[in-house]
């Protein structure tokens, strides 16, 4: 049914900027959530940045804030994670999400940061950044 693809990973030095996109494809009536998780070696996943359907609701890391930007194009069905001032502690293998089915809006937030709520995965893309 449903596919996510990741792309725009690589191996940049510390300060640098890279920028990854998922494509969702398939049938699905919606992509509610679009979310970015990662995974260190050794490491459990965790939580990067995730935005609603609108758009009017994002959610991020605390560690990112600041230096990555989740946006999407529903035209396009894709998802992007713009990650500025990399540093190494960013280094994982990044994973987009979808949860294909809406949240009443006083669940939405909470929601957003946790994997069992989402319904599809990628293979994932790596990002090393070193120092």
């Known amino acids: 049914q449903v596919q996510l693809v990741e792309s725009g990973g690589g191996s940049v030095q510390t300060g640098g900027s890279l920028t990854l996109t998922c494509t969702v494809s398939?049938?699905?009536?919606?992509?509610?959530?679009m979310g970015w998780f990662r995974q260190a070696p050794g490491k459990e996943r965790e939580f990067v940045a995730a935005?609603?359907?609108?758009?009017?609701?994002?959610k991020y890391l605390d560690s990112v804030k600041g230096r990555f930007t989740i946006s999407r194009r529903n035209d396009e069905n894709t998802a992007y994670l713009q990650m500025n001032s990399l540093e190494p502690g960013d280094t994982a293998v990044y994973f987009c999400?979808?949860?294909?089915?809406?949240?009443?809006?006083?669940?939405?937030?909470?929601?957003?940061?946790?994997?069992?709520?989402?319904?599809?995965w990628g293979q994932g893309t790596q990002v090393t950044v070193s120092s």
């Open positions: 398939g049938r699905t009536f919606l992509t509610y959530i």
């Open positions: 999400a979808v949860r294909e089915r809406v949240i009443t809006p006083n669940y939405l937030m909470g929601s957003m940061g946790l994997e069992h709520e989402y319904d599809y």
């Open positions: 935005i609603s359907w609108s758009a009017n609701t994002r």
